[in-house]
């Protein structure tokens, strides 16, 4: 069994950074890609970022490329988004969830994450 917790979220303003975090437990995520999803109110859950196990590969949304990065640290079983020059439209719940390729589609991802919020205010 894998659980995974984000944190890191909160209230920030336009053009402000946040980092959030993804921490795992149970089996390791050496051999796996891990995966940032968001999901606004009313709207479906969307793709942000991946990175493989290695984190040689990594893939982002249009809509965050160059503005997030995704990173990984496998001895402390964590995954990391840091998220600048944010904005309003990046509001969002933000959830992790574990895989085994690396991939934008939700049903590649076994194990999510509970979500952290994310409010960008204008």
């Known amino acids: 069994q894998v659980q995974l917790v984000e944190s890191g979220g909160g209230l920030v303003q336009a053009g402000g950074s946040l980092r959030l975090s993804c921490a795992a437990s149970?089996?390791?995520?050496?051999?796996?890609?891990m995966g940032w999803f968001r999901q606004a109110p009313g709207k479906e859950r969307e793709f942000v970022a991946v990175?493989?196990?290695?984190?040689?590969?990594?893939d982002y949304a249009d809509s965050v490329k160059g503005r997030f990065t995704i990173s990984r640290d496998n001895a402390k079983k964590t995954v990391y988004l840091q998220m600048n020059s944010l904005k309003p439209e990046d509001t969002a719940i933000y959830y992790c969830?574990?895989?085994?390729?690396?991939?934008?589609?939700?049903?590649?991802?076994?194990?999510w994450g509970q979500g952290t919020q994310v409010t960008v205010s204008s």
């Open positions: 969830a574990r895989g085994e390729v690396i991939s934008r589609t939700m049903n590649e991802y076994d194990y």
């Open positions: 149970g089996r390791t995520l050496r051999s796996y890609t």
């Open positions: 990175i493989s196990w290695s984190a040689g590969n990594t």
